[in-house]
C-alpha cells in the first residue's frame, strides 16, 4: 500500500479503566496518515466543542527510523519515500466550528513513545542553523542516533558517557485546514499553524487557532519527547505518542492575527517568518495587540510592558524558511493593582 493508501483508523470509544469513573474517551489511531491540511480531506473523526479526544500521532518520517535501520538507510532516502515530513492524524471534524470562529487546543497529555520506549535525533548536513557554509568547523556527515527511554529520562549514549535528558513532550506540529488550497504538513503559515517545533506546545499549553472552513479540521503530529530551542540541528528528539487533548469552539473570539498560545501562568502569541527576526517581530506586534484590546493597555504602554518583561522562546531557526517564534507575558503583569 502507498502511504496515502492505508486502511482507514475506526475511532472508537475507550474507556481508561486505570482512573475510575473517568468517562469514554474517543479514540483515533495514526492507521491512517495525511501529509496535508487540506478542506477536501473526509474527517476521520467528529467530536462535540468540549469533547476530549485521545490521537495516536506518528512521527517525523513516518515510522521509518528504528534501531534496526539508524545504520543502514539514509535521511535522504527516508524522505523520498513519503510525500512530506512530518504525517499528521486527522483530520478531526468539530462540530459547531464555522468559519471566523476559533478552535481552542488544550493540552491534557502526552505520552511520548508509549510502546517502542525511543525517540530518534538526526543530525543532516542538508539542514540545520549552522550548515550550508554557516559554519567554521570542517564538514560533517550525517548521524542519526537512538535514544532509549528509560524512567522518564532519554539516554544520549555519547562515545565519552551517558548524558540523561528528562521528557518534556510537544506537539510538533499541528493546524487546521486553510480556507484554499491545501499545505503540506511539512510547511506552517500564520493562518493555519502546521510544523512550527515551538518548545512550550506541551501539557498544560492551549494553542487557539482561526477556523476557516466547517468544522475545522484539525490534525496533529509529529511529537518531541523533548526539543531544544531553535531545533540547530533541523530536528529534535522525535517519536511516535499518544495525546490527549480537548477541543473546544470559541464563538464570539477576539481578531485572530496569529495562532495563541497560553497557559496558566501566561499568554503568549505564535508567529512564523521568512527571517527569525520577522518571525519575533510579527508574534510581539500580536501580543501589543491582545494587551491592548483584551487587558486595557495603550499601544506604547504595552509596548514598555513587554520590553521590561516579555518573553521569546524560539521554535526554528532554521535558513532558509523556518523560523518560529511565541512571544508571551506572565499572566501576573496584566493585573493593574494601583489605578490612582
Known amino acids: 500500500m502507498g502511504w496515502m493508501e492505508r486502511p482507514l483508523a475506526r475511532p472508537t470509544p475507550r474507556t481508561d479503566t486505570g482512573q475510575p469513573g473517568r468517562h469514554a474517551v474517543k479514540h483515533l489511531s495514526r492507521e491512517r496518515l495525511s501529509f496535508f491540511f487540506d478542506k477536501d480531506i473526509p474527517p476521520m473523526l467528529e467530536v462535540d466543542s468540549g469533547e476530549e479526544i485521545e490521537v495516536e500521532t506518528e512521527d517525523a518520517i513516518a515510522g521509518q527510523l528504528t534501531p534496526a535501520t539508524a545504520d543502514t538507510v539514509s535521511h535522504a532516502v527516508m524522505r523520498s519515500r513519503v510525500p512530506c515530513a512530518n504525517p499528521v492524524t486527522g483530520p478531526i471534524f468539530v462540530r459547531g466550528a464555522e468559519p471566523g470562529d476559533g478552535l481552542a487546543v488544550s493540552i491534557l497529555a502526552i505520552d511520548p513513545s508509549p510502546l517502542e520506549r525511543y525517540a530518534w535525533t538526526i543530525f543532516d548536513p542538508a539542514e540545520?542553523?549552522?550548515?550550508?557554509?554557516?559554519?567554521?568547523?570542517?564538514?560533517?556527515?550525517?548521524?542519526?542516533?537512538?535514544?532509549?527511554?528509560?524512567?522518564?529520562?532519554?539516554?544520549?549514549?555519547?562515545?565519552?558517557?551517558?548524558?540523561?535528558?528528562?521528557?518534556?513532550?510537544?506537539?510538533?506540529?499541528?493546524?487546521?485546514?486553510?480556507?484554499?488550497?491545501?499545505?503540506?504538513?511539512?510547511?506552517?503559515?500564520?493562518?493555519?499553524?502546521?510544523?512550527?517545533?515551538?518548545?512550550?506546545?506541551?501539557?498544560?499549553?492551549?494553542?487557539?487557532?482561526?477556523?476557516?472552513?466547517?468544522?475545522?479540521?484539525?490534525?496533529?503530529?509529529?511529537?518531541?519527547?523533548?526539543?531544544?530551542?531553535?531545533?540547530?540541528?533541523?530536528?529534535?528528539?522525535?517519536?511516535?505518542?499518544?495525546?490527549?487533548?480537548?477541543?473546544?469552539?470559541?464563538?464570539?473570539?477576539?481578531?485572530?492575527?496569529?495562532?495563541?498560545?497560553?497557559?496558566?501562568?501566561?499568554?503568549?502569541?505564535?508567529?512564523?517568518?521568512?527571517?527569525?527576526?520577522?518571525?519575533?517581530?510579527?508574534?510581539?506586534?500580536?501580543?501589543?495587540?491582545?494587551?491592548?484590546?483584551?487587558?486595557?493597555?495603550?499601544?506604547?504602554?504595552?509596548?514598555?510592558?513587554?520590553?521590561?518583561?516579555?518573553?521569546?522562546?524560539?521554535?526554528?531557526?532554521?535558513?532558509?524558511?523556518?523560523?518560529?517564534?511565541?512571544?508571551?507575558?506572565?499572566r501576573r503583569y496584566l493585573v493593574m493593582v494601583d489605578r490612582g
Open 128 to 330: 540545520g542553523m549552522l550548515t550550508n557554509g554557516l559554519t567554521l568547523n570542517e564538514p560533517l556527515v550525517e548521524s542519526k542516533r537512538i535514544l532509549p527511554l528509560e524512567n522518564g529520562a532519554l539516554a544520549f549514549r555519547f562515545h565519552h558517557g551517558t548524558v540523561r535528558v528528562p521528557v518534556s513532550p510537544a506537539l510538533g506540529t499541528i493546524g487546521v485546514a486553510p480556507r484554499l488550497e491545501r499545505r503540506c504538513s511539512f510547511l506552517n503559515g500564520n493562518d493555519f499553524c502546521g510544523n512550527v517545533d515551538v518548545p512550550s506546545l506541551g501539557v498544560g499549553a492551549t494553542l487557539v487557532l482561526p477556523v476557516h472552513v466547517k468544522g475545522a479540521l484539525l490534525s496533529l503530529g509529529d511529537v518531541h519527547a523533548v526539543s531544544g530551542d531553535g531545533e540547530i540541528s533541523g530536528g529534535a528528539a522525535d517519536c511516535r505518542a499518544t495525546v490527549r487533548i480537548t477541543v473546544t469552539v470559541l464563538k464570539t473570539p477576539p481578531f485572530l492575527r496569529q495562532p495563541r498560545l497560553d497557559d496558566e501562568r501566561s499568554i503568549g502569541s505564535l508567529a512564523v517568518g521568512g527571517s527569525l527576526d520577522t518571525a519575533v517581530r510579527t508574534a510581539y506586534r500580536d501580543l501589543v495587540a491582545r494587551l491592548c484590546g483584551e487587558h486595557g493597555f495603550e499601544t506604547v504602554e504595552a509596548y514598555q510592558l513587554l520590553s521590561s518583561v516579555g518573553r521569546v522562546r524560539i521554535g526554528q531557526a532554521i535558513p532558509p524558511v523556518f523560523h518560529t517564534a511565541v512571544a508571551s507575558v506572565e
